[in-house]
Structure formats: structure tokens, C-alpha cells
């Protein structure tokens, strides 16, 4: 899994899988597009506005939580 976010154009994607071929864009709303795999599966997120969906314009970090270990990293995002 890998979040890329660029801040010129404030996009941020989510990619769960390895590269696919091809995918299905799927959109969710103005600010929000799933990509699906061939195969039906999720691909990624697309998030459009990501600074504030992510609220990166008020804590520019998020929190990796593991739910089973109760381990948690935290990662800042770059400006």
C-alpha cells in the first residue's frame, strides 16, 4: 500500500495494490474517485482537496494504527 500526495495540485491517492494494466474509474463524488482492478477489486483512492479531506491544512500528519498490536507510527507529510 502507498499514499502519494502531491501539494501543487493538492491530490492524494491511496494505492492498495500493485500496478494493474488497467482500471474502472469510479466517481464518488466531486472529491472522491475509486479506480477498480480488472478482476473487481479495489485499485485505489483518489482523493481531489486532499489537504482538507485529510485535514493536512490543520495537522499535516496522519497516524498508522495497528489495531491487533496496538502499535502506532506517525508519518508528517511534506509541504
Not at 472522491?32 to 482492478?37: E, I, Q, R, T
Not at 482523493?47 to 498490536?69: G, K, Y
Amino acid at each position: 500500500m502507498k499514499l502519494n500526495y502531491d501539494p501543487r495540485y493538492n491530490v492524494a491517492y491511496l494505492a492498495l495494490r500493485d500496478k494493474v494494466p488497467q482500471v474502472e474509474t469510479i466517481r464518488v463524488s466531486d472529491e472522491l474517485n475509486v479506480d477498480l482492478a480488472p478482476d473487481g477489486t479495489v485499485y485505489g483512492i483518489e482523493l481531489l482537496n486532499a489537504n482538507h479531506q485529510l485535514r493536512f491544512d490543520q495537522d499535516p500528519s496522519f497516524t498508522i494504527v495497528n489495531e491487533a498490536s496496538g502499535g502506532r507510527s506517525e508519518v508528517r507529510i511534506p509541504a
